[in-house]
């Protein structure tokens, strides 16, 4: 029977259909574990997915809310669906929801310092540093050479007062990345904090020399020159600092200061009053404002 | 006339139509023909064309050796001396009218290119017809399945062990590079022994099958010739259409008649030549694979001693022809190819000496058998490292492993891709892989016509001093072998310093793999239509009619694609005339430009200056071969890219000095940079080819500015920035704020203030990437530290961590984010399609 041709056909056809079936057709091996899409089609999950996206391209957030909380349940371990849903957090507002989401990606996504430095700033608009500091620090773990995240730690240490640690960083950070004049300027801050006032303008001014419009640099600047004394210079900083960014209360502050030094009590009230409508409460705006309204004609 | 003779004889007349139609393909193909003939990359391209004529004579020589018994025979006489006639006539007439060298761009390339195999088919029918009648045709030979199957498992251990030691032979002293391990090299080699079994024992099914059916005919070796040749010709088309044509990204019905004609040609030429040998051969003919395969190995009566020697040269040329091929390759193409010729010739080489005594049928069911044992085995071992790697196991990276290991072993890579192709593919794939086929390489018959290309409404020339301007695109330069980007080169002293006084863009890519659309970029200042290339381009041109509004003297080396791109005038003087393009060197450009600058060729007006030399191009370090001086080393480095690297910072180096000693340096914007990068080596990969790997895409970009521009201007190092920022770039600092119409265009990298510049709006984009001469396309994501990769030529996707890359576990793609990628890559097609008027999907 073996010798028949149509038995060897069959035969032969046979093992190569059991060729083709095992090694052409079937589920190819899997790369990776793919999380369950409870509830949802993968059409379903591709038009939500599309609409959310461009809910939040628009800036429509409160509407992609729903949408991206979905697209999140349905597949836990996606790490894009964390990130839009994260977005939306952030920009409704609520910095709680919004750093447990970015929590969560450094845990499931496959290049996690995306997450960075969100993570940290979430937690900053809570008003818990420690926390925002402790985020910004693994930042850094992940990638040590990534200056963004030297820097967000170093003002972190600095805003918490730890001088010594933010000049650390600074310093790494300046050696990481030569050109980046945020490490200059922090370290001009702590400069100026620390009473090294000429170190402090030397620097600033070296940063306005290639970017005149600094405004951070300005700052230093301005708030170096009104130290040593010299009103006059600190006025012209600040007032250029003022005019190319008119919201940044501590431009105006400093400002307020300068006029203050050099008697122009009506500016310098007009100043404070600035202050308090950008930032409303400013314990030394409110006292220095009562200390001068006395004083004025 | 011998055995031998004649199959050189024919080998050789074949071997010269089938290079000519090869070579009327490439000039039919748009990026082809100005890349590769227009560039000359390949001389040895060039130099057959030239020589065409006068080989054709030879060729024919060749082939009439072989006739005078057909000339004689009357059954052939007619059209053997009509052959030679026709023969002498075309060849006479080339002559005349050279054929290769005259060669358009257009649809008759292709014509001649399928004319250019009739030669082959016209003499394999007077084979046929003199000698096919004359092979005597016996019973079906009782021992054949039993040789088949031997020669089947023969094989696979051969090719397995030859090729293990060929990675052996050539890694195994410096496996780190490599990045696999003792344990890691084992089971590559297993696993590697396992493919190349289950697919030859899954062939040897296949030839049983085509035995068994031509048993039921009345001459069953006859059916079984004509049934082995339908097949070869069809497989033979497939890896054509599937390997080669893919690759050069020919598609479609065009792709799958060339395959078919050319196959076609190639089987027959070689069935020809069997019959001729079998029919002077005593004896009956008891399978037509013998038959087949005769032209391909030494006749089954020779000395065994003489089989050895065969295959052992098989060994040797297998080993060659892999470290040959891997030097200078179109990604894994040539090294696929050969490692199929030698599958071919091995097969051939063992079916001559394998045991051929006669079976009992029962054998047959034991060999099918056996084939089935090896199939679990391999599924076996397949699910037992999936499941492995699911657990994390210790084979948690195996997958890398045999990717890494496959990259440098050509004849498993052939396997391993063929039995890790996709499966149940995704139901999107094969419409997405067409979409971007048909959005590649666009035809010039499809007319676009070139937009104009402004970044700002119009230019009113300023009247402050302009500074001077000279790029320097060095083709193919890593990033990483200048000392600005990483600390363990030595050997850049001159961009070094260079750098220190310059802004070095840290975080910069191409948005073109290759040349091709790379360059024609960097002058638009943005993305352009996959068309190679819409003319007249001037419109699209924006960097040169920024040069003519200011006035500026340009000093630019016209290479094959600026010859298209960049439009003559009389305020152009070409820089290195004379030279070709693959012959382009920094020494020689910087040399001719420092010595017109000295002569005040400029006169009063700023200079540009603009040149992409080839010292590092793949295909100049292959010509140049790739030793270094004696005394060099670059230790942790590819030394003759390194060593031309050196010679590049010398002449660089060089050149600033002139420019300080004409006073010229403070007052110039300096670019260094490239138009993209190369694969070193990577997971056994070399040049760029249309690939779109991480070490392509990234690439040098350092900016020198005058010294009155530094106070004024601030710039982001770190920022994502790409090669098309530079046209943007120098519109800004030349006092015309860029304001790109659409998100295809580059932006300036600086700024006045820091609020403008694109770092801060780029770090949450998606940004399109392309190969210029294949579908494959990319999306830089998350600030340029993700790649995203699709590639429709193999048809296949990746996703890259450009933090660990090269070297950390590739992070897992998953279907979304697969979804989410490719909707931005069409998305980045249509915007750029939308923007040039690009007509209909085809």
Known sequence: MLDS????????????????????????????????????????????????????????????????????????????????????????????????????????????????????????????????????????????????????LALSYERSGRGDKARELYERGQALAPGYTDMRLGLARIDLRAGRIDRAREAALRVLERSPDNVDALLVAGLASLRSGATDEARTHLERGVRLAPEYADLVLALAQTSVRQGRVDE?????????????????????????????? | MSRVALVVARSAFAAFWLLTAAYCVIAYIPFTYVQVIQSDVVPLLGTFARLHPYLFWAALAAAALTMREDVRRPATRLVAIGFLAVSAAAGTALLVHPLLTSLANDASSLRWALVALVPMVWLTGIDVLGHGTRVSWGPASAGEDRRLFHACWMSALFLACVYGAVFQLRFGADLAVIGLGTKERLAALVLSLASHLVLLLAAFAAMVLVRSIAAVFASPPLVELLLFFLSAVLVLAAVLRNVVLAAVSVGGRTAAAVAA???????????????????????????????????????????????????????????????????????????????????????AAFHAVAPAAPARPRATVGFLAVAVLSLGAYKGLEAGRVAAWMGGGPYADLSTTLARYAGHDPSFKVAHDLLSRPRTAVRDDAEFYRYLQAHTNIPRSVHIEAADVTFVPSIVPSPAPKPNIFVFVIDSLRRDYLSAYNAAVGFTPAIGEFARDSVVFTNAFTRYGGTGLSEPSIWVGGMIPHQQYPTPFYPMNALEKLLEAEGYRCFVTLDSVLKIVVK??????????????????????????????????????????????????VSTITREGPSVPPGESYPGFHAPYAWRVRRIDTAFGGFLRTLRDLGLYDNSIVVLTSDHGDSLGEEGRWGHAYTLFPEILRIPLIVHLPSAFRSRIVADPAGLSFLTDITPSLYALLGHPPRPRSGIFGRSLFASRREDLPSRDRALGAFLAASSYGPVYGILRANGRSLYIADSVNYEDDLFDLTTYPGGTPPALTDAQRALCRKSIREGIESIEAFYGVPGVR
């Open chain 2, 261 to 347: 004609a050319v196959a076609f040609a190639a089987v027959s030429t070689q069935a020809g030549l069997a019959c001729r040998i079998f029919a002077a051969r005593r004896g009956t003919a008891g399978s037509g694979l013998e038959v087949l395969l005769s032209p391909l190995a030494p006749p089954r009566e020779i000395p065994r001693l003489a089989h050895v020697l065969w295959i052992a040269a098989l060994a040797v040329g297998g080993f060659a022809l892999a470290v040959g091929t891997a030097v200078m390759d179109w990604n894994y193409l040539l090294q696929k190819v050969s490692a199929l010729l030698v599958w071919l010739l091995v097969f």
């Open chain 2, 568 to 617: 003559p005038s009389p305020a152009i003087v070409e820089l290195d005339q004379g030279v070709l393009t693959h012959a382009l060197k920094l020494g020689h450009s910087v040399e001719d430009l420092g010595a017109r600058l000295s002569a005040g060729e400029a006169g009063e007006r700023p200079v540009f200056a603009y040149t992409q030399p080839q010292d590092l191009h």
């Open chain 1, 5 to 152: 041709p149509a038995v060897r056909i069959v035969l032969a056809a046979g093992v190569l259909a059991l060729f083709y079936w095992s090694l052409f057709t079937g589920t190819a091996p899997a790369t990776a574990p793919v999380a369950p899409a409870e509830g949802l089609t993968a059409e379903g999950t591709r038009s939500l997915a599309e609409a959310t996206k461009e809910l939040v391209r628009s800036g429509g957030y409160g509407k992609a809310l729903d949408p991206a909380r979905k697209l999140h349940e349905a597949y836990p371990a996606n790490h894009i669906y964390i990130d839009q849903l994260a977005t939306v957090y952030h920009h409704l507002g609520r910095p709680k929801e919004e750093a447990e989401l970015w929590e969560e990606y450094l845990q499931k996504a496959p290049v996690p310092d995306e997450a960075c430095p969100q993570v940290g700033l979430a937690y900053r608009a809570q008003g818990l540093e420690e926390k925002a500091r402790d985020a910004f620090s693994r930042c850094l773990d992940l990638d040590p050479s990534n200056p963004d995240f030297v820097l967000h």
């Open chain 1, 268 to 297: 310098a009230l007009r100043e404070y009053a600035r202050v308090l409508e950008l930032r409303p409460g400013n314990s030394e705006a409110l006292e220095a404002r009562a200390r001068l309204a006395g004083r004025a004609p």
